[in-house]
């Protein structure tokens, strides 16, 4: 059964850059897509991105000129940095695994979350 | 690029049917899978529909799924309610989620 694990730092300050690994076990990190989303508190999910395991990236628009999604197939972990960080930014960020290679919009296996605050 | 649009909240009683609606604002909706998603609190999501229409395994059949092309819309529909459905439930089409619907079992 594949699990994912987000890690990073909890307490980010305004224009910084928000780093988080999300750690894969149970399962290949070389096959579907690997993705990221988002849950400000008491609001709704937003998807952040993808990156299929060949490297191959999608973004969401209002956020790709801030966003970069990472593989590291060595460590089984998929990374996400955002730049310039705002409180609009503070939010339970998940990591999420594709169901398989034909559908990388069906997020079938998902991470506990991990908050992140944006706050000096 | 499109947004969807869901009801803000639905309630119903134990044993009821009840149909969540997600609508498209623009471009087809068949032009891509909706993924329904459920979700209770302080938990992560978990797929109750994908690809328009079919339940995961381990999901009971009183969930289904359906696309209406003529108004450009999928539903969720929950038929012999429990209380344990009372969660907020998320439409996906592509990268977009929908707002959000949260369900109430009274």
């Known amino acids: 059964q594949v699990q994912l694990q987000e890690s990073g730092p909890g307490l980010v300050k305004p224009s910084e850059t928000l780093s988080l690994n999300c750690t894969v076990s149970?399962?290949?990190?070389?096959?579907?897509?690997w993705s990221w989303i988002r849950q400000p508190p008491g609001k709704g999910l937003e998807w952040i991105g993808y990156i299929y395991y060949i490297g191959t990236t999608n973004y969401n628009p209002s956020l790709k000129s801030r966003v970069t999604i990472s593989l590291d197939t060595s460590r089984t972990q998929f990374s996400l940095q955002l730049t310039s960080v705002t409180a609009a930014d503070t939010a339970v960020y998940y990591c999420?695994?594709?169901?398989?290679?034909?559908?990388?919009?069906?997020?079938?296996?998902w991470g506990q979350g991990t908050l992140v605050t944006v706050s000096s | 690029n499109f947004m969807l649009t869901q009801p803000h909240s639905v309630s119903e009683s134990p044993g009821k049917t009840v149909t969540i609606s997600c609508t498209r604002s623009?471009?087809?909706?068949?032009?891509?899978?909706v993924q329904w998603y459920q979700q209770r609190p302080g938990r992560s999501p978990t797929t109750v529909i994908y690809e328009d229409d079919q339940r995961p395994s381990g999901v009971p059949d009183r969930f289904s799924g359906s696309i209406d092309s003529s108004s450009n819309s999928a539903s969720l529909t929950i038929s012999g309610l429990k209380t344990e459905d009372e969660a907020d439930y998320y439409c996906?089409?592509?990268?977009?989620f929908g707002g959000g619907t949260k369900l109430t079992v009274l």
């Open positions: 999420a695994r594709a169901k398989d290679i034909k559908t990388p919009y069906y997020l079938h296996y």
């Open positions: 623009s471009g087809s909706l068949t032009s891509n899978y």
């Open positions: 149970g399962g290949s990190i070389t096959t579907s897509y």
């Open positions: 996906q089409s592509w990268g977009v």
